[in-house]
């Protein structure tokens, strides 16, 4: 026996139990960190698009200017013996001069047709000024705005002046004759392209730029100026777009080698391949390459636009290569300019990068206008030998064998690299230098589906390389490839088009304007396609008729309704949400897809949806269903039935677990009250009526009514601003204008506000809440009126106050329940209109501020609505309303600008400041004069712009103008201002990297290495708590840990793993570091007042911990980054139990309840979390135990306790389905939840007489229930067994009570001021009755306690404010 106890010990089991425990925490879910909990629901910013060509460019004439004058040298240049000679490869020594000339210009001609054919082509040749002149002109002239290009060639002139001019020829060419390059400039105009080929050329570089600013200069000066002399003359024009290409620097010559054209610039740029393979073979590295030879170049097979062969390939991997030069070196604006946005231009400067390698090798530099940085060295050149290399290789054996060619292995190469580059690369690094290549791969047949594959993983990388990838110039070819019917591409191209539409949906028109969305249609038809490529096909269709008529009429025609309701049950929940998002999407404000819907009965196959497990499944849902209901077109009493169905269905949704579906719900409902603006807004000013006429009826008499008076810190602030600024009245904003003066003195607002409402409104709502007996009467400013006449009431500019207010919706909120307003309004009206208003009032009471606040301005918009409209039209002149008070009957005081402002007394007539029931009140005439409604026109001061209570139009004074009082106006308005973001936000799933690794499953990211690093410090804490338990713990009264709380503890818990404790009082939580006696954080919960925070847990305590704050009004909130030197941010919130009924709020009301048993008070909310399953259970002053599926964000299941009395305590057990329930009955009843709601009732034990403080249901798998009472008595039963198995006596009058989930303990506090903690056997071990430290201070009645659930440590929260943490003797621990 000593052995075993021995191997207990032994670190071997030790190292063993610490692997298991680990293997625990790792398996365990985590609870509200989704995206949408850890995310702002917002779209992505949108990134500035570059790649667009904005002005697409066209070379369209070309002249060509040739001063070559064969035979006849100039007398500048001295050339060598023997010379370069060929012009265009034409000897023109070997014909006659004048058919030398005619044929090199025919040729330069042809050479210029093999880039740009469609172009008008001009030769001049050996011209004079005046034909120049005349050609530039008329070519400029035809061209309009776009490009002309200039080809000059000056092999047979002198070379070109310091001064700006180049050579041509008199007419009998006995002379040489200067053309300066202003002239030229403005005879060519702009945009225009120049190349030079002579020696010296970079003087022509220099000059024009010169000449260039001179003109802006002079354009400048006319602008200033108008009667300045250069005004007169015509403007000349700007030479900005210019681009010019010379051959070489001002002061070089051109290369006289006899092997090489004469013009060797002009061939670079027109014929690449020809001299760069001849080039090649005069490097001495041809040698490698045996029997290469000048002549066997000429007779490379094939022609340079057919890839297939040898000639074709190499110009193909020439283009390939050159291209990708460019997008290296250049800056990205640069090379659209030059490289993407004319062909010609384009083809010369790939071309010109040649030139400069080969030219350079000569010592001659080439010259460009915009420069270019140095490209000669590029790695690339290298692949291009290689290429040639391989190419010229097998030549000999093609022309003479006749044996096949081989094609180059440079793109699969290349693509290599580029797979290299997605799979050995890190995050932050220089873009793939292949990417143009993968480009150009996309033409081959061959290569194009891994080249696609390639691109989809690099678009996948995030928005970044999107861009990049489109700034490349890869639109067009992945738009053309559209066009194939190959299936093996077609999830290739659903990929890279979500990739490219997730970052820029501008593209939705291109795909339109091809039928490129006939594509997706039939990709999203294709039952056999995965679901995730449907899911990319329907995201990219939901793009295309995002706010795109064109799209909407497109895709209708496409069938897109009928192929979408197919998918709705789909089981990929990313396919559902987004089938969903595309219908709302394609009939928003389009009513012909809307019939379409109603035909096919869209709406009635999406109400599954709404109960869909996954939140935002159930969000699109409900956004589908609202822009559904959301068309402005005629109504008919069809559409409108459907509309009211579809509300009815939405309204259940009105306590879904998730924040982002009522957001989403608000905004659904909004777009019903615009389109049914009229009739809610009767219902407004019917509710408000009510609001004012009916006082609430006491708590007693509506049992089962949910009453809470909901307030949040918003409404605090609030209500501060409204007592500094405000009097009863002032809540709407009236129209401004200047005419009118201020209606009222500053001064008096306060007075009258501070003296009448604040006090008031305190005093009935304490009568509110705290009378059980008799009926508080309901207060706001409103019922100080005497009377209750729409017209009068509400036209008075003194009776603004309908703006509604948080407690003027919370009070209508409570009076709607038991109106009479079935009676008052017909019955099928009431039916639809007046639910809906409750379900906003509902929401705007929401514990998610995002909700509530959308649901106050829907609210708001109509009562502003509801008291404009109510107001007859009446113009008064602005003189009588400074003298006189308005005369509705009003008790406001007879002069509101009196210089005191003293408190009016209320009328006798107005019963809302006595406590008996009011009766309706008489319907009075409306007063003498009517009240004042400025005209639309007209305006009112601008102070009543901002009323001083929430309110929906918050943006300001300047709106004023636009939202006058025309439906039209107003609509927009509402509807504009109200959106969610889900669905841009849900695009978002697309922009970002899909197949990277997510970090949490990276075992080398930081947050793998975090949560590894909180799981050791998990298992550390339970290992080293085993060891104090298992040695025993005789004495637990060491304090540890004393602390003066912010507010009055009323609930206790300890982190399981860290030294943190939250302490909760009625509305705030404190946090405290016990082990440094450090305060952490102190912040607000939000819950409204008069409600209290009666239950706390940590959810993921073993890794991010959350907390979770329950109040008696049923509201669960939970929140993140507490107690670590960030914010606190609530996470979410939701309303837990939607029907608590009113209980007794006292302070120690467990304290109450020993001393008056007859008076049953409340339990307020109590909960158990089960981390294992994600089940979140919840009860208290209800008749159910509702079970929440946290992960769905759903309520799962209502279990009815069969009680009559509230539930006190829960506990549950996640391996046997058990849930135990004490009662205030003095019942204990065990449910299992895998059965049905009659039968789950497994056990009820009535042993105790009285409320039950605890009841415990210990984890093992034959772990016993503890339950204890107020009245002491500690109870043990065996959930199969009918009778208690043990009972121990404790203290009577027990206040607050915990157990000890591992060592057995239980601790009792009274209200005789003491803590007795007990150990299994029912001895006390400790009696803990002073604060250490205080002078031995009493410890006030204890308010709250609780064990450590590891840690021998208690915490104990007194109604003295004090919290202090016991725990066993030190040299335990």
Known sequence: MKMDVDLLHSPVVGVAEEEEADMNDWKLPLAFMKKRHLEKIEGSKALAQSWRMKDRMKTVSVALVLCLNVGVDPPDVVKTSPCARLECWIDPLSMSPQKALETIGANLQKQYENWQPRARYKQSLDPTVDEVKKLCTSLRRNAKEERVLFHYNGHGVPRPTVNGEIWVFNKNYTQYIPLSIYDLQTWMGSPSIFVYDCSNAGIIVKSFKQFALQREQELEVAAINPSHPLAQMPLPPSMKNCIQLAACEASELLPMNPDLPADLFTSCLTTPIKIALRWFCMQKSAKLVPGVTLDLIEKIPGRLNDRRTPLGELNWIFTAITDTIAWNVLPRDLFQKLFRQDLLVASLFRNFLLAERIMRSYNCTPVSSPRLPPTYMHAMWQAWDLAVDICLSQLPTIIEEGTAFRHSPFFAEQLTAFQVWLTMGVENRNPPEQLPIVLQVLLSQVHRLRALDLLGRFLDLGPWAVSLALSVGIFPYVLKLLQSSARELRPLLVFIWAKILAVDSSCQADLVKDNGHKYFLSVLADNYMPAEHRTMAVFILAVIVNSYNTGQEACLQGNLIANCLEQLSDPHPLLRQWVAICLGRIWQNFDPARWCGVRDSAHEKLYTLLSDPIPEVRCAAVFALGTFVGNSAERTDHSTTIDHNVAMMLAQLINDGSPVVRKELVVALSHLVVQYESNFCTVALQFIEEEKNYSAPSPANTAGRRLSLRRSSRDLKMELYFSEHAEPGTLTPVRDSPAIPRLRSVNSYTNIRSATTTRNLNKSLQNLNLNEEGGPAAFSPGNLSTSSSASSTLGSPDN????????????????????????????????????????????????????????????????????????????LDSGSLTQSAPASPTSKGTHIHQAGGSPPMPSTSSSSLTNDVPKPPAREQPSTRPPYTPTLGGQAPHSHQFPRTRKMFDKGPEQAGEDGDEPGGHRNYISAALQTGLCDWSAKYFAQPVMKIPEEHDLESQVRMERQWRFLRNTRVRRQSRSITQRGISRLDDQIFINRNPGVPSVVKFHPFNTCIAVADKDSICFWDWEKGERLDYFYNGNPRYTRITAMEYLNGHDCSL???????????????????????????????????????????????????????????????????????????????????????????????????????????????????????GSVRVFDRRMGPNECRVMTYREHGAWVVKAHLQKETDGHIISVSVNGDVRFFEPRTPDSINVLQTVKGLTALDIHPQDNLFACGSMNQFIAVYNANGDVISNIKYYDGFMGQRIGAISCLAFHPYWPHLAVGSNDYYMSIYSAEKRLR
């Open 1107 to 1225: 907390l979770l704050t329950a109040t008696d009004d049923g509201a669960l909130r939970i929140w993140k980054n507490f107690a670590d030197q960030k914010n606190p941010e609530m996470v979410t919130a939701w309303q837990g139990l939607s029907d608590m009924l009113p209980t007794t709020r006292g302070l120690a009301r467990r304290v109450s309840i020993y001393l008056d048993r007859s008076k049953q008070g409340g339990a307020g909310m109590v909960v158990d979390w089960e981390q294992e399953t994600g089940l979140l259970m919840t009860s208290g002053d209800v008749r159910v135990i509702r079970i929440w599926d946290t992960d769905r964000e759903m309520k799962v299941q209502d279990i009815p306790t069969g009680a009559d009395s509230c539930v006190t305590s829960l506990s549950c057990d996640s391996q046997r389905s058990l849930i135990v329930a004490g009662l205030g009955d």
């Open 800 to 875: 603004d106050e309908y703006i509604l207010s948080f407690e003027t919706i919370d009070k209508m909120r409570r009076v709607s329940s038991y109106s009479s307003l079935n009676s008052l309004i017909g019955v099928s009206f009431n039916s639809v209109y007046t639910q809906i208003w409750r379900v906003l009032l509902h929401l705007a009471a929401d514990p998610f501020p995002e909700v509530s606040d959308l649901a106050m301005k829907v609210l708001n918009s109509i009562a502003y609505k509801a008291t404009m409209n109510a107001r007859p039209q009446r113009i």
